[in-house]
Every structure is written in structure tokens, then in C-alpha cells.
């Protein structure tokens, strides 16, 4: 159990999304689930909502608190706080491409403002300010037959290799040579008993390997990595595979 203080989400709600379904049983338990996924949705949307006060009325020196010193405001250490933005933009992004939201849009012109109250904060320029995200997803695979040959001589793969596997298609590989899977985790935000779930649930699902995951930790990924063209790593927040309560999803 963390010891880390409630933010958007309390202690129990981290323990219910970390859970594999159990964390509620008996008689109520659906109805249980479905409120706190409720409460979690309804805490996340106002805090969401919460950021036009706090870029509105919070002052700079708050905000420099916050983004030079996270350690002295809860966070373990500076990349943990960075990797946590990361998955804020990632989560938000994937968000907003799910529900049809122009994110391209919703990111340049905040960009922009943004930039325009630097410049004005800080005594600079009055300046004109352009910003462009172009986002190019190129489904380009190479190196299947490394990945397939890595998997029966028991490499340790990297993690975002593994996520690719359901776009991929077919992988020459005999599941009988598949006993276990090293593999290094991708996601920082995930507990490696989730991740490793879900490894094994591509295996499973995609190349028929019932092989046990076998999380090996942060390691040089030096000579193991299967690179697959430019195509973007999926990541376990993209991967849908069957994991998720689909009884309890109001």
C-alpha cells in the first residue's frame, strides 16, 4: 500500500484501479463498483474543471513551487513528476481522440496563450506566436521474423515491442518454444504485475503462447531492441485485450 497523500484520486480509489476485479465481492459488489467508478469520474471531470481557477488565479510563485521543487510537494522524485505529465498529456491526447475532440487544436492554441503570457509576464516582446503539433502514424513493420525468433530463444524484449504485436499480424513463431518472456516493463505509472497481465494476454490472444511474462526491471535495452520502421510503441492504455470489467462499465 502507498503512502503517498490523496490528490484526484484517494487511496482506495488507487487500490480499486489497480485491482483485478476483486476488490469488491459479495452481494453489493457491482453496485459498489459502479459507484466508485462514478466517484473516480466525477473527481477526475472536476479537476479537470478546477484548472481554469488555477490558471487563472494561482500565482507565478505557486506555480514555480509546484513544477522546481515536486519533492517538496509530495512527489518521490523530479522523474517521477515528469513521467506523470507525460502520462497527463498521454491520457488527455487519447482522451480527446477517443471522443472525437480536436486535440491539435485544444494544444496549439493553449501553446499559444500560453507563450503570449510568458512574454507579457515576463517583460519580453509583444510577439506574434505560432504553434503546430503534427501528429504522422505510419503502420510500417519490419524486423517480424527477429521478433519471433527473440520470443523462442527467450530474449528479453522490450515492452513497447510486445504492445505492437496485435497491429503486427502474423509473427513466424512456434508457440511450443515459447516457455517464458522476459520482458522490460514500458509503462512507469503501471504496477509490473498489471503489465505482466497484460503481456500475457497479447501472447495469448495474438500468437496463441501460453508463456509465462516474466518482468526482468530497468535494464539497458541495447541490442535487444526490435525497432519496426517509424510506427508509434502502443501503449498499455491503448491495448484493449478482454482486461477490462466490461459487466460493470455504466
Known amino acids: 500500500m502507498s503512502n503517498r497523500p490523496s490528490g484526484v484520486l484517494t487511496e482506495a480509489d488507487r487500490e480499486f484501479l489497480e485491482s483485478k476485479g476483486d476488490y469488491y465481492d459479495g452481494e453489493n459488489a457491482r453496485q459498489k463498483r459502479y459507484q466508485r467508478r462514478r466517484g473516480i469520474r466525477g473527481r477526475i471531470t472536476q479537476s479537470l474543471l478546477d484548472f481554469q481557477h488555477i490558471r487563472t488565479f494561482l500565482d507565478d ?17 523530479d522523474t517521477e513528476f515528469r513521467a506523470a505529465i507525460q502520462s497527463l498529456l498521454a491520457w488527455l491526447y487519447l482522451g480527446c481522440r477517443e471522443a472525437g475532440i480536436d486535440f491539435e487544436h485544444l494544444l496549439e492554441t493553449a501553446v499559444t496563450r500560453a507563450e503570449e503570457d510568458y512574454q507579457r509576464e515576463n517583460g519580453g516582446d509583444i510577439v ?9 502514424v505510419t503502420a510500417r513493420y519490419e524486423g517480424v521474423e527477429e521478433l519471433g525468433r527473440a520470443l523462442e530463444e527467450g530474449t528479453t524484449l522490450a515492452a513497447r ?23 522490460v516493463p514500458e509503462a512507469a505509472q503501471m ?11 497479447i501472447l495469448r490472444a495474438h500468437l496463441g503462447i501460453e508463456a509465462e511474462a516474466e518482468v526482468v526491471g530497468v ?4 541490442g535487444i531492441d526490435i525497432e519496426y520502421g517509424d510506427s508509434a510503441a502502443v501503449s498499455p492504455e491503448d491495448y484493449r485485450g478482454g482486461l477490462a470489467d466490461s459487466s460493470d462499465s455504466e
Open 191 to 201: 504496477r509490473p504485475d498489471r503489465e505482466k497481465e497484460i503481456v500475457e494476454t
Open 61 to 77: 510563485k505557486l506555480r514555480g513551487q509546484i513544477f522546481d521543487e515536486p519533492e517538496k510537494n509530495g512527489a518521490e522524485s
Open 128 to 136: 506574434d506566436v505560432e504553434a503546430d503539433l503534427d501528429v504522422e
Open 219 to 222: 535494464a539497458d535495452l541495447e
Open 161 to 183: 515491442n510486445i504492445y505492437k504485436i496485435p497491429m503486427v499480424g502474423d509473427i513466424p513463431v512456434d508457440p511450443e518454444k515459447v516457455d517464458t518472456v522476459p520482458f
